[in-house]
């Protein structure tokens, strides 16, 4: 017997009262985001549970993608019997010998949510688990610590049996809360905050800062591929890419060496809360880890900030750098961001920045030079690219990874 379907249980999504229908709706769709690939497979969603039924598509063919979905707390593959105890007996023995190999064990883990059932959960496993020994003699049973653990669900509209159980990505629907703005840099630290937003159910478009020539091709490209990746969570991006060129420029004649970072930051969050504006986001994204550089002191934080009222959100502001390499090797981010092609902030670093600069001081220097119709001037000839690209059938997403 081969699994029909997919059981996927919620997670945080089960806290939900009366609008868990919109968060159940956002995974439904973002689920069909990661499996477009596979157009015969429907998903059916109830108020506590989601199955996707797989038709022809195999398994293993979605698995990996699935894991990445954010609202799934677990998810296994089933087959589904009717509430006859003779068929799910059949059903259980089918699975147990297609999973089994010479010294494993076993044991069966019923859960009964249709209580007008004929047979209690101690009973379902006794009846369960006998038949299956009676039809096995090599297989023996450990309840401890199984290597094969049988699950058989019972719910009203059937019983759903498993071999199989996979952890999910946990957190909260991409769509569910709301939009924000990612700063988008290049390096370690930036994919790993945007991965972290997106697991809060943040909604994110991304911006670049590109400034050639001083910055190349190659650059860029890195940028496209790091959002390219985080759309494997469930979710389309709008990377918006930002000609900082002639600013740049300007800071470094007009501003004193020392504050020439702190200028420029600002003139990118400036810039960035301008595009939220125009795209209807409602916070900004930075990958800052405190202490981490000069420019992520609080002293800095707050010259830079001065210049928005809108939120600033800092998922990765009190994580060790240790800690956010870990996470951008499990996300897939690591290797891109490690390629040796330098963001405009790299290239254009003070040899001594401040690292506790007055406010005062900062905006002193910039008011001998009017930016606001350069900043207005790189709003409005931002490219907008929209991920993930159209692949063609020599190029494969799994090339980015």
Do not use: W
């Not at 002293?299 to 800092?314: D, F, G, H, K, Q």
Request: charged share 25%; net charge negative; with cysteine.
């Amino acid at each position: 017997m081969n699994y029909d379907r997919i059981l996927v249980r919620y997670g945080e999504i089960s806290t939900k009262g009366r609008n868990r229908k919109k968060f159940v709706s956002k995974m439904r769709q973002n689920i069909y985001h990661v499996l477009k690939d596979h157009s015969d497979i429907k998903i059916e969603s109830t108020r506590d549970r989601m199955y996707i039924h797989l038709n022809d598509t195999p398994f293993d063919a979605v698995k990996d993608s699935l894991s990445n979905v954010f609202g799934i707390q677990s998810f296994s593959p089933v087959v589904r019997t009717d509430k006859e105890i003779e068929s799910i007996k059949e059903a259980a023995l089918s699975l147990v010998q297609k999973s089994f190999t010479e010294g494993m064990t076993f044991k069966v883990t019923a859960r009964r949510s249709d209580k007008s059932f004929e047979y209690e959960t101690n009973e379902i496993n006794r009846e369960v688990g006998a038949h299956v020994l009676r039809n096995m003699e090599a297989l023996k049973v450990d309840v401890k610590n199984p290597d094969i653990n049988l699950t058989v669900e019972v719910r009203a509209e059937g019983v759903y049996l498993s071999c199989e159980k996979y952890q999910g990505a946990a957190g909260l629907p991409i769509g569910t809360g709301g939009k924000a703005m990612l700063l988008l840099s290049g390096g370690l630290d930036s994919p790993v905050a945007g991965y972290y937003m997106l697991r809060r159910g943040v909604e994110i478009e991304a911006i670049h800062f590109y400034s050639p020539p001083y910055t190349s091709e190659r650059a860029k490209q890195k940028v496209i591929d790091l959002a390219e990746v985080l759309t494997k969570f469930g979710t389309s991006i709008k990377l918006h890419i930002v000609p900082f060129t002639a600013i740049q420029e300007k800071v470094q004649a007009q501003v004193p060496e020392n504050y020439t970072m702190t200028a420029t930051r600002r003139m990118m969050l400036t810039i960035a809360d301008k595009i939220r504006e125009k795209q209807g986001g409602l916070a900004l994204v930075t990958g800052e880890s405190l202490g981490q550089v000069a420019s992520q002191t609080l002293e800095s934080m707050l010259a830079i900030n001065e210049v928005t009222s809108t939120p600033v959100l800092r998922p990765l502001i009190a994580m060790d750098k240790l800690d956010i390499i870990d996470v951008a090797q499990s996300i897939h981010t690591h290797d891109i961001s490690i390629q040796p092609y330098e963001d405009c902030c790299t290239i254009f670093t003070a040899p001594s920045p401040k690292t506790r600069p007055k406010l005062e001081k900062v905006k002193y220097y910039e008011s001998f030079t009017d930016f606001d119709e350069m900043i207005q001037e790189a709003v409005d000839q931002t490219e907008m690219l929209v991920l993930p690209k159209e692949k063609s059938e020599n190029d494969s997403f799994a090339d980015l990874l």
